[in-house]
């Protein structure tokens, strides 16, 4: 899993077994850093690319994929026979429901060094098919992460974030899903920009000594997306560099006075206001048990924002419950791919918006 935050590849290697619903079993979890050459080269390919720059990329990622998925294969002592498939998001370059969503890392590539066939373009199907090819992870959130006996939601914390609504377990009421918005690819964006020598806030504390500059935060949560109505997604194509280029400009008009840490306490309480909006406006309050899982759980400034933001639901970490925040969409991918080896669907459509259930993701063999 690259995910939009663009700081690394998550890795995860994934026992299932199938009872009446799947069971998944973490064995091991590994993540691959991106260097800063890297990282700019794929954020600067989403800002536009020649086609050979594409070509060679989706190559080099594949085969970047390829050594992040061999690292976890060692780390749980799997040889390629003892493994079914490696499921692979890619890295998206390009999301724009209903009309086309775009993911790199190649996937022959992926197979040629490891032995091993790939499950890969998961979100392709379901926009075909009418979707808004996100968030996918509802299926996993369904089915794997369900609370007992009331409703839960799953808020995950990536470059983007985004929530799944899930039902008591074995109830039948529908999913709901949607990205609620920016998360770390703004707040690491504003961070790189303000303080080029780091690649992300460390533990929050630059955040955590800021103010957030209120009237660049409340024209900032006047942008469109966060009062339309799910289903919905979105990605770096919104909130891109020139997005937060403004943003940082927005806060100095405001606050010429500004300092560098009040600029990304407001990018905090952008991705935290945001969530709350989205609460707010389209989650059940019986969905007071709420989980935070992806590389911004681990930012206390941010968890902390969130918690302010939500009151009267109970706010805790992915990792309370389950396993390790940042493993849960290397996880929920590896579902995806045994759903499309059974030939069983994986998209959600009450939260995608898809015509119908579809079997998510195209086979390379071995």
């Known amino acids: 899993m690259s995910g939009t935050s663009a700081d690394g590849i998550s890795a995860a290697a994934v026992r299932i077994t ?30 536009g690319a020649t086609p050979g720059e594409y070509a060679r990329l989706a190559f080099d990622l594949g085969a970047k ?11 749980a002592r799997l040889a390629a026979k003892d493994v079914r498939a490696i499921a692979s998001h890619g890295h998206t370059m390009w999301h724009e429901p209903p009309h086309a ?41 369904q089915l794997l992460f369900s609370h007992p006996s009331r409703p839960r ?23 709901l899903a949607f990205d609620t918005g920016p998360a770390c690819a703004v707040i690491d964006g504003v961070v790189r920009a303000l303080v080029p020598a780091l690649a992300y806030d460390v533990d929050g504390t630059l955040a955590a000594r800021g103010t957030p500059i209120a009237a660049a935060l409340d024209e900032s949560l006047a942008d469109p997306y966060f009062a339309a109505p799910p289903p919905k997604s979105t990605g770096r194509e919104r909130f891109s560099r020139d997005y937060i280029a403004r943003l940082i400009a927005r806060c100095r008009a405001v606050d010429p006075r500004a300092r560098n840490e009040d600029i990304i ?60 925040d940042a493993a849960k969409e290397a996880v929920a991918f ?8 059974e030939r069983r669907a994986g998209n959600v459509p009450t939260a995608t918006g898809a015509s119908g259930p ?9």
């Open 18 to 47: 199938d009872h009446r619903v799947p069971r998944v079993e973490l064995l091991r979890f590994t993540t691959v850093d991106y260097s800063p050459e890297e990282r700019e080269r794929l954020l600067r390919a989403i800002d």
């Open 65 to 75: 994929l390829a050594d992040a998925a061999l690292a976890v294969m060692r780390e």
């Open 101 to 141: 969503t775009w993911q790199i890392g190649e996937s022959a590539v992926i197979a040629e060094r490891t032995g091993v066939s790939v499950v890969s373009d998961f979100r392709v199907r379901d926009v075909a098919a009418g979707g808004q090819g996100a968030p996918l992870v509802a299926i996993a959130d």
């Open 153 to 175: 939601a799953l808020q995950n914390l990536g470059g983007i974030a985004n929530v799944s609504v899930v039902p008591p377990r074995d109830a039948p009421t529908t999913v």
């Open 265 to 324: 306490a407001t990018a905090v309480a952008l991705a935290a206001r945001s969530i709350g909006v989205a609460y707010d406006r389209f989650v059940p309050a019986t969905a007071s048990d709420v989980l935070l899982s992806g590389g911004g759980a681990k930012n206390p400034a941010l968890v902390r924002a969130i918690k302010q933001a939500l009151p009267g639901r109970d706010v805790r970490r992915f990792s309370e419950e389950f396993f390790d």
């Open 334 to 341: 590896a579902l995806l791919g045994w759903l499309h080896l």
């Open 358 to 366: 579809r079997v998510l993701g195209k086979l390379t063999p071995a």
